[in-house]
């Protein structure tokens, strides 16, 4: 998506050869309009899939999800990292460890908000090793509900997450997929190598 590119080329800053910083538009400070672009194309590459449920992770999952979600007509849901004290019991949980705070999390969903037969889209904001996603997935599934297709923002492609969600059995669409961050630099997957 080209729109998302350049934002990643003009506001993006490489951390190390691993981490990617976009804290000016989607991780901090959110660019709205760039958001409603992003959910509008993950609506369209979904739309022919009946989703019932677009499906995320707090917090910086909350506004790409947001308008695709709007755009497909479905409730959003997001998994909570820290459960709240209006929570009951009545959870699925799943415990993914975060690649960018390298601690082990529970993350839970209230079975009021998925149920079986449910078409499910999990959206997030990065790929990385797929443990986010994996745990979203593993959520939707002890609700005995169906995992669609999972959406993700920016893709980094040399690492295992796309290779894992695929083996998996799930489709992935990523909107940037980035092939490495060496030199403190971008470098975005071409086009024709996918
Ligand atoms: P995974 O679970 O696929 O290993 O990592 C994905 C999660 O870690 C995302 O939810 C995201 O919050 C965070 N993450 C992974 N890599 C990056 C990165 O390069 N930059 C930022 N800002 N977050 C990342």
């Keep these: 998506m080209e729109l998302?590119?350049?934002?990643?080329?003009?506001?993006?800053?490489?951390?190390?050869?691993?981490?990617?910083?976009?804290?000016?538009?989607?991780?901090?400070?959110?660019?709205?309009n760039l958001m409603?672009?992003?959910?509008?194309?993950?609506?369209?590459?979904?739309?022919?899939?009946?989703?019932?449920?677009?499906?995320?992770?707090?917090?910086?999952?909350i506004a790409p999800s947001f308008m695709a979600a709007q755009d497909l007509s479905v409730p959003l849901v997001f998994a909570r990292k820290r459960k709240s004290i209006t929570m009951n019991e009545d959870v699925y949980s799943s415990m993914v460890y975060s690649f960018t705070k390298e601690v082990t999390n529970e993350i839970s969903v209230s079975k009021s908000f998925l149920s079986y037969g449910d078409r499910v889209l999990i959206i997030d904001d990065f790929l990385a090793n797929g443990q986010a996603a994996l745990?979203?997935?593993?959520?939707?599934?002890?609700?005995?509900?169906?995992?669609?297709?999972?959406?993700?923002?920016?893709e980094k492609s040399f690492q295992e997450g796309r290779m894992k969600l695929e083996?998996?059995?799930?489709?992935?669409?990523?909107?940037?997929?980035?092939?490495?961050?060496?030199?403190?630099?971008?470098?975005?997957?071409?086009?024709?190598?996918?």
């Design 36 to 61: 409603i672009a992003i959910g509008k194309e993950f609506a369209d590459k979904f739309k022919s899939n009946q989703i019932t449920k677009v499906l995320t992770l707090e917090s910086s999952g």
């Design 135 to 154: 745990g979203l997935a593993n959520i939707v599934e002890q609700a005995g509900a169906k995992v669609s297709g999972i959406g993700i923002v920016i």
């Design 167 to 194: 083996e998996a059995g799930y489709r992935v669409e990523s909107l940037a997929r980035i092939q490495s961050l060496h030199n403190g630099k971008v470098s975005f997957l071409e086009e024709s190598a996918l």
């Design 4 to 32: 998302l590119k350049q934002a990643i080329m003009e506001k993006g800053s490489v951390i190390s050869e691993g981490v990617l910083k976009v804290d000016h538009f989607l991780n901090h400070q959110i660019d709205t």
